[in-house]
C-alpha cells in the first residue's frame, strides 16, 4: 500500500518562506519520479515542480527562481522549499508519486498567503 502524506502547509505573509514535506510509505521511492502540483478553488491542478529519479528538476514558469523541489531517498521523503510567496500561491498542494506507469496522490495541504 502506497501512502503520501503532506506536512508543512500554513498561512504566511506574502514575501515570507514555507517548506513542505511528503513521506511516502512503500517500497521504491528513490526509482519514483516525484512531484508537486497544487489546485486554487475554481481552477485547474497545476504542475508546480517535479525531480527524477536521478535529481533532475523542472519547474512551472510561475515559480521558477523562487521554489526548489528535493528529494532524500534515505528519508523516502520529498521536499519543496518555498520562498518570495506570492497571494497567487494560494492553493492547495498535492504530492504526486509516478513509478512504473502506476501514479499516486497524497490528500493535499493547504497553502495561503495573505497580502
Known amino acids: 500500500q502506497v501512502q503520501l502524506v503532506e506536512s508543512g502547509g500554513g498561512l504566511v505573509q506574502a514575501g515570507g518562506s514555507l517548506r513542505l514535506s511528503c513521506v511516502a510509505s512503500g517500497r521504491f521511492f528513490s526509482t519514483s519520479a516525484m512531484g508537486w502540483y497544487r489546485q486554487a478553488p475554481g481552477k485547474q491542478r497545476e504542475l508546480v515542480a517535479t525531480?527524477?529519479?536521478?535529481?533532475?528538476?523542472n519547474y512551472a514558469d510561475s515559480v521558477k527562481d523562487r521554489f526548489i523541489i528535493s528529494r532524500d531517498n534515505a528519508r523516502n521523503t520529498l521536499y519543496l522549499q518555498m520562498n518570495s510567496l506570492k497571494p497567487e500561491d494560494t492553493a492547495n498542494y498535492y504530492c504526486h508519486r509516478n513509478w512504473a506507469g502506476q501514479t499516486y496522490w497524497g490528500q493535499g495541504t493547504q497553502v495561503t498567503v495573505s497580502s
Open positions: 525531480i527524477t529519479s536521478a535529481g533532475s528538476s
